[in-house]
């Protein structure tokens, strides 16, 4: 099975699958900074893959460049986005590697990032935190060094200290550090190390 046809899968069977807390919680915490003055928020979603998240901000009346490398998981995004939420959704098919992640109030990355190699991560990872103004947020899911991924050089399970040490300018409003020995969306044994946080940008 090529990469591809491994997320075209993905992609079927997540599509009606709900937005992560993450990202709900990060549309709440936006929702109450907006309580006295209305915003219009922005987001990029790296790795949208079927769009689970990208359709929650949508929902929420967000602007939304969704990214990802494999052109089934726009075609998959776009068609699952209803008519009356298009106008508001941008896509482009890119590297996470190499893409510009555009100044934006929330970057979102749910289970995408470590599939990046240890060098281009932590390039992202620094564009990702560089990419969102004082008052904006990411809203990230990792995978931790003890996930059944860790030992592959292709991918990049960091420390969940390490991460957190990359939050200096951030005040951290959620942060999950969880292991669980389950199965992955396409139903492959695998054990977890899941690292999920929202934090606020304050300097
Ligand atoms: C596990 S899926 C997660 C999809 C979606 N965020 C979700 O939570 O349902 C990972 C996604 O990251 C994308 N991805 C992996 N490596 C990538 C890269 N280097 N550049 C862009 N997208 C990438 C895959 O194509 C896939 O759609």
Redesign the pocket.
């Known amino acids: 099975m090529t990469?591809?046809d491994y997320?075209a899968r993905?992609?079927t069977v997540?599509v009606d699958?709900p937005?992560?807390e993450t990202v709900r919680l990060a549309i709440r915490l936006f929702a109450a900074d907006d309580a006295q003055h209305s915003h219009s928020r922005f987001a990029v979603?790296?790795?949208?893959?079927?769009?689970?998240?990208s359709r929650a901000m949508l929902t929420a009346g967000w602007r939304v460049l969704a990214?990802?490398?494999?052109p089934?998981?726009i075609e998959t995004l776009e068609a699952a986005t209803p008519m009356q939420l298009r106008p508001a959704l941008d896509t482009q098919?890119?590297?996470?590697?190499t893409?510009d992640v555009p100044a934006c109030d929330l970057v979102?990355?749910?289970?995408?990032?470590?599939?990046?190699a240890p060098e281009?991560f932590w390039q992202?990872w620094k564009r990702v935190l560089g990419a969102v103004p004082v008052g904006g947020r990411v809203a990230v899911?990792l995978f931790g060094d003890r996930d059944g991924s860790a030992s592959d050089p292709s991918m990049t399970c960091p420390p969940p200290d390490m991460v957190r040490a990359s939050l200096s300018s951030f005040e951290v409003e959620h942060w999950i550090d969880r292991e669980e020995e389950t199965q992955?969306?396409l139903g492959e044994p695998h054990h977890f190390h899941l690292v999920e946080l929202v934090a606020r940008r304050i300097e």
Request: aromatic fraction near 12%; hydrophobic fraction near 45%.
């Open positions: 990469e591809s997320w993905y992609y997540t699958r937005a992560w979603d790296l790795g949208c893959g079927a769009g689970r998240d990214i990802d490398r494999e089934g998981a098919v890119a590297d996470l590697a893409v979102n990355a749910s289970l995408c990032l470590p599939f990046l281009p992202t899911m992955t969306a």
